[in-house]
Every structure is written in C-alpha cells, then in structure tokens.
C-alpha cells in the first residue's frame, strides 16, 4: 500500500510532500475534506502498534480539553483520532508493509530512504 495522510492546508505536511518526491503510485487523502474511517485507523494501528503512536499530543484540541491530565487508553486515543483530524499525528505515511508518523526529521528522512529504494 502506498497511502499518505495529511493535511492540505498544514505547510509541513505539503513541504513534506515535496520532499518525499512521491509518484502516482501515492494515494493521497486531505484528512480534513476526508475524514479516517475506522477501517483506516485499524489499518495504520496494525503497522503501528498501538493507537497512541498514532496521535499528535501538540493538537490543540488536546491542550483546550487539559487531556494531559485525563489517563487516556488505546480506545480513547483511536476515539479521539476518529472524532477529529487534529488528534492524528500528521503525515502517516503507508509505504508497503511500513508506517512513517508525523514530521520529525528522522521520520521523513526514513520515509524518503524507504521510497527511493523501492
């Protein structure tokens, strides 16, 4: 599977985008006009490991709501993640049997090491 879950309207994930070079090939779903069904989340859970891994504690909702302070389990985080975009950490990137999570430099530099060998 090649699939990339972003955001249309968040530069780092479009600057990110233009950094991967990625082809065709590349489905690319705007989790916004898009939302994650709950068949998706399992899908990138099963490559993740866990829910957790999956969802972005720098969200704003995640701040406004003091979640910091609440003991959050596996189901709440995919809950959170399927109730709105902003819980999921941006991009997920699907790239045959691996998964790339959010925007830090040493995730997109093994995202890109992993496309270029295809």
């Known amino acids: 599977m090649k699939k990339i879950y972003y955001l249309k309207t968040c530069s780092t994930c479009v600057r990110i985008l233009k950094e991967l070079n990625v082809d065709s090939d590349f489905v690319l ?18 490559l993740a490991g866990n829910y957790e891994s ?11 709501r003091n979640l910091k302070y609440e003991n959050l389990k596996e189901e709440n985080y995919k809950a959170f993640i399927l109730e709105h975009y902003t819980f999921l950490s941006r991009p997920v990137i699907l790239f045959n049997d691996f998964i790339f999570i959010g925007n830090s430099k040493s995730t997109v530099e093994a995202a890109k090491l992993a496309i270029n060998e295809k």
């Open 54 to 64: 999956l969802f972005s504690k720098r969200a704003k909702l995640y701040k406004e």
């Open 29 to 46: 779903q705007d989790i916004k006009t898009e939302p994650i069904t709950v068949k998706q989340i399992e899908e990138m859970k099963a």
